[in-house]
């Protein structure tokens, strides 16, 4: 098994995640916060599908779906254009409402598309590339590829956590 085939079905596995998380759930759920400054599932979810979206565009050299698909219109949050949540502090995660689950998922799943055309057209050779010089040693793509998968599998297994709270 080539490891872009590893790579495919850990993504697709965190769309599957996504899914279980939101599917069904109102928009008050959603946008529940379990406990004063914690994180609500419509955050979460926004959050880890923000982070893949700029990581995996970024390695790719390909626009960013959030902007070039009006993701960023039909949410219509008060946060900066391309704002991905890190490092957000709790007033700005109270920002993060969302309208609907099928918002949360239909972005995560055009983002997660985006993904899965850059991941089956890679190489081995291509997971060597260096793609950013300033940690030490450099990250190669497929040390960001899963450093992206590993920050998403966190966010999806939180947002399943509060789905349970709720």
Do not use: C
Request: hydrophobic share 40%.
């Amino acid at each position: 098994m080539h490891a872009k085939d590893i790579l495919i079905d850990a993504y697709s596995r965190i769309q599957e995640e996504v899914h279980a998380a939101v599917d069904g759930l109102s928009p008050e759920d959603l946008n529940t916060r379990p406990a004063q400054g914690a994180n609500s599932l419509s955050w979460l979810i926004w959050h880890l599908t923000r982070v893949q979206d700029d990581h995996v565009a970024d390695a790719s050299g390909l626009d960013q779906v959030w902007p070039a698909e009006g993701w960023e219109k039909r949410f219509g949050l008060a946060l900066p254009r391309l704002d991905t949540g890190y490092g957000h502090s709790p007033a700005k995660v109270a920002k993060v409402q969302v309208k609907s689950g099928e918002l949360l998922t239909g972005y995560y799943d055009a983002v997660h598309a985006q993904s899965l055309k850059f991941l089956r057209g890679l190489t081995a050779k291509d997971l060597e590339r260096v793609v950013d010089e300033g940690w030490t040693p450099p990250v190669t793509l497929g040390v960001r590829l899963v450093s992206v998968l590993a920050d998403d599998l966190q966010h999806v297994g939180q947002a399943a956590y509060v789905r349970g709270l709720l």
